[in-house]
């Protein structure tokens, strides 16, 4: 084989094999039910290659042997019809029975949406075009693209949708779960240790499907009650010239027709809630990270990192943008 022949799959193989590993990888499950389905995944894997590696070996056994006529190991016709008969009859019906009752009735069971009474509390997840809100019922706690969630503790998640079709995906936490009009569909969160774990929405829903992805970050109980805490207090108040001009801007401009900062007027659910946004370690749904020249660029042109979004370039000049971005990142 010449060597352009051998790079493209090559490369393809490398493109396939960086998509494991990261944040956001079925196959290093940090939960029970994605350990069972990352262990089926492992023997049917397994399985698989076996099975083919076997047909491989007799094709060619096969081919080296096409020109005699008798069977190879001085096996008699009855013997080899009734290997026929075993490893493509009798084999298949039980191996797919076997993964049939293993993935349809130990997995599926182990990963479907938990009993109202076996959850510590419930999470209500909104998808939107394009970004994730995320409340918390019962505590005023609002927030978007960023769910945190207390270790070892069963998480109920109610998925709706404001718009179209999207569907929730954590994939070293569970299944996937589609948010559809009109339904309320529940996936369990429940992780076995601590860290942050990528999601992404798994339903083509429009042109910036790809930029509408979350952060789960599995906090110790103590901390995640801190933040939970702090998520359910309003907005404070600004300390500073730049950061009150930054917040009447806010106010006075098209920003809170669409956003929410509780403790102020703004009250729109149309883009993310705000309130506690400078705590947030990405913007714009884990597309460009939190930090107050990224926070600039995405008012000044949201168009550009994220066509199709519905936030409007105001044309603000320089000055009402830096203070917004002062006010806007002081919202711990
Ligand atoms: Cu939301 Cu794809």
Known sequence: MSTPQIRLPLLLFVLVLA?????QNTLDPASKQEHAISTLWWVMLTGATIGFAVILLLLLLGW???NRPNLPFGLG?????GIVVVMGVALPIALLSLLFFWSDVYVIRKTEAPKASSTAFTIDVVGHQWFWEIRYP???AVTANELHIPVNTRVNVVGTTADVIHSFWVPALNRKIDLIPGRRNRVLLDADRTGVFRGQCAEFCGLQHAHMALLVF???????????AGMA????????QPERLGRRVFLAQACSGCHAIRGTPARARVGPDLTHVGSRTTLASVTIPNDPASLAAWIRDPQHPKPGNKMPALGLPEPQIRALVAYLESLK
Do not use: Y
């Open 77 to 81: 016709e009855r013997t080899a019809n």
């Open 233 to 240: 207090r309003p907005a404070r108040a600004p300390t500073s």
């Open 64 to 66: 080296l042997r096409r």
């Open 19 to 23: 998509g494991c590993g990261g944040r």
């Open 138 to 140: 019962g505590t005023g």
């Open 218 to 228: 599995v906090q110790s109980r103590p901390a995640f009650r801190d933040w939970l």
